[in-house]
Nanobody, 126 residues
Framework: QVQLVESGGGLVQAGGSLRLSCAVSGRTLSSYGMGWFRQAPGKEREFVAAIHWSGRSTYYADFVKGRFTISRDNAKNTVYLQMNSLKPEDTAVYYC???????????????????WGQGTQVTVSS
């Protein structure tokens, strides 16, 4: 059974930074493409960033390009989301997800992921 546990969320002022971590257990991280999603109150879960199972490429939602960076450390079985220049509209619960598919592209819809973490709250004050 694959388990994902997010950490690193919290309260930060606008313009600040946070680094989220997602620890994967049960299988080796290198088996999965990984993604980060977020969900604000009253809104649908939306794609934030993904990293290919090979680790060779990444993909971002337009609203985080240049501010957020996704990375993975297969030796630590952990995926990261470095978030800089945070804005109040980034406030949401952030989820990491694992995709068993080993295709060439990226999955940007929640239904394309097989495993999910419980989420970590990120709150950005103005």
């Amino acid at each position: 059974q694959v388990q994902l546990v997010e950490s690193g969320g919290g309260l930060v002022q606008a313009g600040g930074s946070l680094r989220l971590s997602c620890a994967v257990s049960g299988r080796t991280l290198s088996s999965y493409g990984m993604g980060w999603f977020r969900q604000a109150p009253g809104k649908e879960r939306e794609f934030v960033a993904a990293i290919h199972w090979s680790g060779r490429s990444t993909y971002y939602a337009d609203f985080v390009k240049g501010r957020f960076t996704i990375s993975r450390d297969n030796a630590k079985n952990t995926v990261y989301l470095q978030m800089n220049s945070l804005k109040p509209e980034d406030t949401a619960v952030y989820y990491c997800a694992a995709d068993r598919g080993r295709g060439a592209g990226f999955t940007t819809t929640p239904g394309g992921y097989d495993y999910w973490g419980q989420g970590t709250q990120v709150t950005v004050s103005s």
